[in-house]
T-cell receptor, first 116, second 109 residues
Framework: DTAVSQTPKYLVTQMGNDKSIKCEQN?????MYWYKQDSKKFLKIMFS???????INETVPNRFSPKSPDKAHLNLHINSLELGDSAVYFC???????????????FGPGTRLTVL | GQNIDQPTEMTATEGAIVQINCTYQ??????LFWYQQHAGEAPTFLSY??LDGLEEKGRFSSFLSRSKGYSYLLLKELQMKDSASYLC??????????WGAGTKLIIKP
């Protein structure tokens, strides 16, 4: 059983297009995340979201927007794609317990986005 | 500012021991995570430390010193499949993970 799944795994598109990446987790977790990993392999948090609040990394352009239809899903919409958006995007989820305990994040397989 | 430092790349020999160091500076601290990421795959959880000391889990151990803002991941009896990037991440006072850029570990026969 896949804990955190993403679709599509690969996405190739033209500059200026609008695209979406879907993420689903079946772990019953309360918090979900979107990360961008660029060619230098640095993981950059884009959003974290639970049923209480959305935390946005202020450096993320507003062309990126998360959409959560329910607790198990957090989709990423990207408008007006640019060349610099090419990267691997990872979805993750965690229990989101706000205390000194291990809040392990479980990652999806990633979506490799290539903007031409 | 918040910062995580770890070496970019390390090389070790199969069967040997390697220690990957990580130093961190965060606003508050709620624990230190190590993740393993094979090329083209998602990061997977290895360990979590919030108290000072060594946590051992099979061939992998992780150490934390909160006063020094320092952690290391120790890998023993290295196997070829351990070739991967190892990501250090510190959780700040807002329970947000601050990630390092990862250490690429190359294992040679």
């Amino acid at each position: 059983d896949t804990a955190v799944s993403q679709t599509p795994k690969y996405l190739v598109t033209q500059m200026g297009n609008d695209k979406s990446i879907k993420c689903e987790q079946n772990l019953g977790h309360d918090t979900m995340y979107w990360y961008k990993q660029d060619s230098k392999k640095f993981l950059k948090i884009m959003f974290s979201y639970n049923n209480k609040e959305l935390i946005i990394n202020e450096t993320v352009p507003n062309r990126f927007s998360p959409k959560s239809p329910d607790k198990a899903h957090l989709n990423l919409h990207i408008n007006s794609l640019e060349l610099g958006d090419s990267a691997v995007y990872f979805c993750a989820s965690s229990q989101g317990v706000e205390e000194l305990s291990t809040d392990t994040q479980y990652f999806g397989p990633g979506t490799r986005l290539t903007v031409l | 500012g918040q910062n995580i430092d770890q070496p970019t790349e390390m090389t070790a020999t199969e069967g040997a021991i390697v220690q990957i160091n990580c130093t961190y500076q965060t606003s508050g601290f709620n624990g230190l995570f190590w993740y393993q990421q094979h090329a083209g795959e998602a990061p997977t959880f290895l360990s979590y430390n919030v108290l000072d000391g060594l946590e051992e889990k099979g061939r992998f151990s992780s150490f934390l010193s909160r006063s020094k803002g320092y952690s290391y991941l120790l890998l023993k009896e290295l196997q070829m499949k351990d070739s991967a990037s190892y990501l250090c991440a510190a959780m700040d006072s807002n329970y947000q993970l601050i990630w390092g850029a990862g250490t690429k570990l190359i294992i040679k026969p």
